[in-house]
């Protein structure tokens, strides 16, 4: 089995910053994507930002020049830097990572979220 155990959210005000981290841990043998994803209220899930095993990177356009993502691979760790943060940014953000055990083909697999709270 695999966990990915995420932190750093909070409440902040409009313009500062904030970082999320989700470490994966378990049976890990390769882990391909990793990915934030976000939920408002009252509306769908949606992609914010995504980052290969190779570095490349791919942003909403809601958020990009704002948002960066980052992994630390030894660490099997995806990071979110989020700045100029502005309210319509508040969401539940979740952590996704396409990832290949010691026993399974790849599979996505979820955090449990963590609230962005963004006031005016």
């Known amino acids: 089995q695999v966990q990915l155990v995420e932190s750093g959210g909070g409440l902040v005000q409009a313009g500062g910053s904030l970082r999320l981290s989700c470490a994966a841990s378990g049976s890990i043998f390769s882990i391909n994507v990793m990915a934030w994803y976000r939920q408002a209220p009252g509306k769908q899930r949606e992609v914010v930002a995504t980052v290969t095993n190779g570095g490349s990177t791919n942003y909403a356009g809601s958020v990009k020049g704002r948002f960066t993502i980052s992994r630390d691979n030894a660490k099997n760790t995806v990071y979110l830097q989020m700045n100029s943060l502005k309210p319509e940014d508040t969401a539940v953000y979740y952590c996704?990572?396409?990832?290949?055990?010691?026993?399974?083909?790849?599979?996505?697999?979820w955090g449990q979220g963590t609230q962005v709270t963004v006031s005016s």
């Open positions: 996704n990572a396409v990832v290949k055990t010691t026993y399974d083909s790849w599979i996505a697999y």
